[in-house]
């Protein structure tokens, strides 16, 4: 069965740390991929996607994600993360081989020190 | 304004009763999907639907059941056969299958 994994579930940083949360998958077929994040008492935002093209995607706030294939892995990254940044963060793929069903991971929670 | 819409946001029913939860979009997406939040399980998929009058099941679909009649609404009843129905659940929609998905606000569902 496909899945979606998310290797940290808790991460606590320093401002000005650097962030990389771990995302695999574990179907083929052709994939898109996308970060969620979900900040205290708000909905889910989309933080950024990777369809096609260039592995390495931009999204907002800073944000930048790399899909390697080889890996199956999507793993989100920010250079320097701000006490605005806590929250949770859930990896999210699709596949056609999956009917186009959106499976997410199980999330993580960042928490960022003043 | 254009966007998901869940209701209510809390819901308290009792146990042995089906509750209803409701989703409107007024994107004119054609996908939409359930999903049921846990602390530390993420978001699992309950059903999804890509069109009108169909529909699929996710991966905890028991005790659930869900109508696409019209494209803007999706509604899911969550029936007396589920074995743990409180939870806070999330309705999404995309313009198809494979898009990014948009998240309505939630309803949290206590059953005493």
């Known amino acids: 069965a496909q899945s979606v994994s998310q290797h940290n579930h808790h991460v606590i940083l320093s401002e000005a740390a650097s962030l990389e949360l771990g995302c695999n998958y574990s179907?083929?077929?052709?994939?898109?991929l996308f970060w969620y994040v979900q900040y205290p008492g708000q909905h889910l935002q989309l933080l950024l996607k990777?369809?096609?093209?260039?592995?390495l995607v931009k999204g907002i706030k800073g944000f930048e994600a790399e899909f390697i294939k080889s890996k199956f892995s999507f793993n989100l990254r920010k250079p320097s993360v701000q006490w605005s940044d806590t929250a949770e963060y859930f990896c999210?793929?699709?596949?056609?081989?999956?009917?186009?069903?959106?499976?997410f991971g199980g999330g993580t929670r960042l928490m960022v020190k003043p | 304004d254009g966007g998901i819409t869940q209701s209510p946001k809390y819901l308290f029913r009792k146990e042995g009763q089906n509750v209803t939860l409701s989703c409107e979009q007024n994107?004119?997406?054609?996908?939409m999907y359930w999903y049921r939040q846990d602390p530390g399980q993420g978001l699992r998929l309950i059903y999804y639907?890509?069109?009108?009058?169909?529909?699929q099941k996710g991966d905890i679909a028991e005790g659930y059941s869900v109508s696409r009649e019209k494209k803007e609404s999706f509604p899911l009843t969550v029936t007396s056969a589920q074995k743990n129905p409180t939870a806070f659940y999330l309705c999404?929609?995309?313009?198809?299958?494979?898009?990014?998905?948009?998240f309505g606000q939630g309803t949290r569902l206590t059953v005493v």
């Open positions: 990777y369809f096609s093209g260039d592995p």
């Open positions: 999210a793929v699709n596949s056609n081989n999956a009917g186009n069903m959106l499976t």
């Open positions: 179907y083929g077929g052709t994939v898109n």
């Open positions: 999404a929609s995309a313009p198809g299958g494979g898009t990014e998905a948009f």
């Open positions: 994107l004119n997406h054609d996908a």
């Open positions: 639907s890509q069109i009108v009058n169909d529909f």
